[in-house]
């Protein structure tokens, strides 16, 4: 099938273009980009007025299957991304049973077959994510793994990540590092600060953040390995990072969309839904992830999707489960941004050209003779999240009901229409 998109405005930051083309996609594939193309063919996008940007990539998700398919599977999930533009999307290990060997990646690729998207499974650092004895990356990689984290959990054990890091050098993929003291955090549901006083709850001090990620750059430093910090929160922590970065390449961090448009005050009302991990934290931080955007400090931007059931939701913002998610408002939310000192090419590169390179795949362009990932977005068009639209399968989203700027109208994968707004 062909489908020739016309007369939309192209922002492409890896491929360096931006302008006005007209794009052919045939058998898959993108055939030719050029400012005039006139072809007979049914299927013909008239993109006037929207902007065309490559596949987007988040390199941070969780679909729950194995094990928690009333919450997403990976084909709901990958109906969910699709909707938001992504079209390769990377998830998390910490499925029941975990992906922590050959059977549980491929298992992964097999049901990604039927998939909306493209889905890229990330190994364990450790069997059963217990954070002890390192998992058989080689194996995994073979079977496709991407990166390997324990994401949900700290590597507490400072010999492990540091083996951790020595053995995956050995196929050029990342740890990804979700930083956080796990002692310091100890039962902590929000940031620590004034407001977790006055609201009665525990909170988890920046510091069990920074920690950690100051000992992750070290062991990076020691052992050479590739380091990637996940969902960084804090001021300090870009600070570090930033430091890091000047004498370490091998170093990488990602934000996730709701760190830079939330702050504590959304759980103010107690809204389980604003509660994830690590949390949200202040303005001031948040003003530092954008900041950090800016410089380069933060390669990419993850939506840290993370479906919940409501009724573990709803068991009360102190035992409710840490996530939201995030698929189908990230790109929306995030031209929210552009008010913030951040350019459209700055942020659409942050959803491709950053994570491609973190995750070291050759995707998060559009190019002639290539895979044609394609995202046709309105962004002038207002909408509402509303929870009766969702597409995947948990609700849990602080962003329900909330008024929204620019959409996604059209996303093809691998030169498919895989999503278009009714
Ligand atoms: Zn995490
Ligand atoms: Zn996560």
Redesign the pocket.
Known sequence: MDILIKNGYLIDPKGKKEGRFDILVSKGKVEKISKKINKKTKNIIDAKGKLIFPGLIDIHCHLREPGREDEETILSGSKSAVSGGFTTICCMPNTNPPLDNKVSIRFVYDRGREAFCEVLPIGAITVKREGKLLAPYGEMVKEGAVAFSD??NCIMDSLVMRRALEYTKLYGKPVIS?SEDENLKKNGVMNEGPLSTKMGLRGIPKEAEEIMVARDVFLSNLTGGRLHI??ITTSNAVKLVKEAKRRNKKITCEAAIHHLILTEEAVSGYNPNAKV?PPLRTEKDRKALIAGLKDGTIDCIVT?HAPHSEEEKEMGFEMAPFGMIGFETALSLSMKLLDEGLSLKEIISKFTEGPSRVIGIDRGEIKEGERADIVIFDPDYEWVYKKEEIKSKSKNSPFINWKLKGKVIWTICSGKIVYQMK
């Open positions: 994401d949900g979700h996940a969902h991990s840290d």
